[in-house]
């Protein structure tokens, strides 16, 4: 092989390189389960709706190491019944802003059977005793309006803050 088609092969194989990894984040960057969710519950981006939906508000959830996430609006009957539903979850979480308006940034789903998962999306396990004062359930969170850096479906995002709530 000369030397001027060993470049063309290796010039080749970057570009595949290149558009391989331009695909795969792609790919990472949708997710179905949170465009769905985002079409069935944007009614929520008006908290009034959570609260005629049957949803009260509990504390602004910081991570002990950082992050937050933000102030869970929870609906009793929905928690009672371990129905999962895309379109009712058990709880919608906002982020307080520094105006005083709570915005929108995701849901939590929420059951005591399990394991349980979600249009194939595993839930965790949290055990009792716990800082809700719940027995044993499993809950997936879906970052749905605001991007996690940690996951679409972890607990804590580092991108939230409960901090506006300081002096309320």
Same mark, same amino acid.
């Given at each position: 092989?000369?030397?001027?088609?060993?470049?063309?092969?290796?010039?080749?194989?970057?570009?595949?390189?290149?558009? +391989? /990894?331009? &695909? %795969?984040?792609?790919?990472?960057? $949708? #997710?179905?389960?949170?465009? !769905?969710?985002? @079409?069935? *519950?944007?009614?929520?981006?008006?908290?009034?709706?959570?609260?005629?939906?049957?949803?009260?508000?509990?504390?602004?959830?910081?991570? +002990? /190491?950082? &992050? %937050?996430?933000?102030?869970?609006? $929870? #609906?009793?009957?929905?928690? !009672?019944?371990? @129905?999962? *539903?895309?379109?009712?979850?058990?709880?919608?979480?906002?982020?307080?802003?520094?105006?005083?308006?709570?915005?929108?940034?995701?849901?939590?789903?929420?059951?005591?059977?399990?394991?349980?998962?979600?249009?194939?999306?595993?839930?965790?396990?949290?055990?009792?005793?716990?800082?809700?004062?719940?027995?044993?359930?499993?809950?997936?969170?879906?970052?749905?309006?605001?991007?996690?850096?940690?996951?679409?479906?972890?607990?804590?995002?580092?991108?939230?803050?409960?901090?506006?709530?300081?002096?309320?």
């Amino acid at each position: 092989m000369t030397i001027r088609n060993w470049a063309r092969c290796l010039v080749g194989a970057s570009a595949a390189i290149i558009l +391989l /990894t331009a &695909g %795969a984040a792609t790919a990472e960057t $949708v #997710n179905p389960l949170a465009e !769905k969710v985002r @079409a069935l *519950d944007s009614r929520f981006e008006d908290v009034a709706v959570a609260k005629a939906e049957g949803y009260a508000p509990i504390p602004c959830a910081s991570g +002990l /190491t950082g &992050g %937050a996430m933000g102030i869970h609006y $929870v #609906n009793a009957a929905y928690l !009672k019944d371990d @129905a999962v *539903d895309v379109a009712k979850p058990e709880a919608v979480m906002y982020e307080p802003m520094a105006d005083g308006t709570l915005k929108l940034i995701a849901v939590e789903y929420i059951t005591s059977k399990g394991p349980a998962s979600l249009e194939g999306h595993l839930f965790n396990f949290n055990t009792a005793p716990n800082r809700y004062g719940l027995g044993p359930f499993y809950e997936l969170h879906v970052w749905a309006w605001k991007q996690n850096p940690t996951g679409a479906f972890a607990d804590m995002n580092p991108n939230v803050s409960c901090d506006a709530m300081k002096g309320m």
